[in-house]
């Protein structure tokens, strides 16, 4: 399992009460701990602002579980964000929360395991729905688990909610505390998968692909249920043999009768982005391309660049098998018609789509 280097832990006044918090300082003897207050900035070593080597315990206020904001405009799946966190030891060049969370620092919320039961309670209060639920949002889900043992409480928690799936959503190849535990149903083990290249040049600290793709391998043995995310597509010269070339990795390794779901989502960043990642990765190659802005403000691939990777991706993908669950992210009817041949139309009828894929593809 890989472990990041942590500096520093800070723990803001309060949180040290919480069960999690103690587990986690008992997981990091001989690190040095300040107190903090709550939104108090701790001087950072780390001069391009995402201090990763600090690990912040902190109590969280906001409400645990809520929808993803999805985007406006485009077509979206309806997913519940589970909030354990912010930030992740890796470091992608692309990574929104660059500009997104404007606090430094790896933020865990020490109070996840007493708001279970309001989350389980907003679960049960609406049994005919169904809640597809992850982690890896706002930040990496299991990238941390070897200090945060999240997975240890969370999955039994959510294998026994019979109409929600929790999506541990990765670019490591840690698996080792889930694939100990004995839960399986309705955990979704899932991986954003890229192309060597990408992996080296824009993912960086994060597992190479075919560790990836061996740890999603064991994991489909013990039982889970996988899924895999192409996103973000990066276009550049040779990226079609390259995606390919992915793909038939991923084939080679991997039974698709248990793949829930396939996504794919192309590379797109709102303009303070694209400022912030030129100042953290000088010389960078990400933006070489033709963008234009979006209905959301945010700049996409021109449209035939985007049709063009969807269609080769879903084709590739279709002749691996035609069961695959394959969707767009935040993209428009029109794309979805001209790269996938069909549309859900709308962001209800994905999630009916997506929902019918747990109901068939998870087993009770
Ligand atoms: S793994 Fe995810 S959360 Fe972490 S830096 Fe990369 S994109 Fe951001």
């Not at 986690?24 to 903090?36: G, Q």
């Not at 990496?140 to 043992?149: A, E, K, M, P, R």
């Not at 991986?191 to 290249?197: D, I, K, M, Y």
């Not at 996409?300 to 269609?311: A, D, L």
């Amino acid at each position: 399992m890989k472990q990041f280097n942590i500096s520093r832990i800070l723990i803001e006044e309060g949180a040290e009460h919480d069960p999690l918090a103690k587990k986690i300082l008992r997981r990091l003897p001989n690190i040095p701990i300040e107190t903090v207050g709550p939104d108090e900035l701790a001087p950072s070593g780390d001069i391009k602002g995402m201090d990763k080597e600090s690990l912040r315990l902190m109590r969280f206020n906001g409400e645990f579980l809520k929808p993803c904001p999805g985007t406006r405009g485009y077509i979206c799946c309806g997913y519940q964000i589970l909030n354990v966190g912010t930030n992740c030891p890796m470091d992608c060049s692309y990574c929104f929360l660059q500009s997104y969370i404007n606090q430094p620092s790896l933020r865990i919320f020490s109070n996840l395991e007493d708001n279970l039961t309001v989350i389980g309670e907003i679960i049960d209060s609406s049994p005919d729905r169904i809640f597809r639920i992850g982690t890896g949002e706002f930040t990496d889900s299991l990238s941390l688990d070897y200090i945060t043992g999240w997975t240890d409480f969370l999955l039994p928690f959510f294998s026994r909610k019979k109409n929600s799936i929790l999506e541990l959503k990765t670019k490591t190849s840690s698996i080792e505390r889930i694939i100990k535990s004995r839960h399986r149903k309705r955990i979704v083990i899932a991986w954003s998968l890229n192309t060597p290249r990408i992996i080296a040049h824009q993912e960086h600290k994060t597992a190479s692909l075919k560790s990836r793709i061996l740890a999603a391998q064991k994991c489909q043995k013990a039982g889970f249920v996988l899924s895999f995310h192409f996103d973000p597509l990066i276009h550049y010269p040779g990226w079609g043999k390259e995606y390919q070339e992915t793909l038939e990795l991923l084939e080679r390794y991997i039974d698709p009768e248990s793949v829930i779901w396939i996504s794919l989502g192309s590379f797109r960043y709102l303009p303070d982005l694209k400022w912030i990642i030129n100042r953290r990765f000088p010389g960078t190659s990400i933006f070489n391309g033709e963008f234009v802005p979006g209905l959301d403000g945010k700049f996409r691939y021109f449209k035939p660049i985007r049709v063009e990777m969807y269609s080769k991706l879903s084709q590739r993908l279709k002749k691996w098998h035609d069961d695959l669950g394959v969707y767009l992210c935040m993209e428009s009817d029109d794309i979805w018609r001209q790269s996938l041949g069909w549309s859900p139309e709308s962001s209800a009828d994905l999630c009916s789509y997506l929902d019918s894929r747990v109901r068939n593809l998870v087993p009770d």
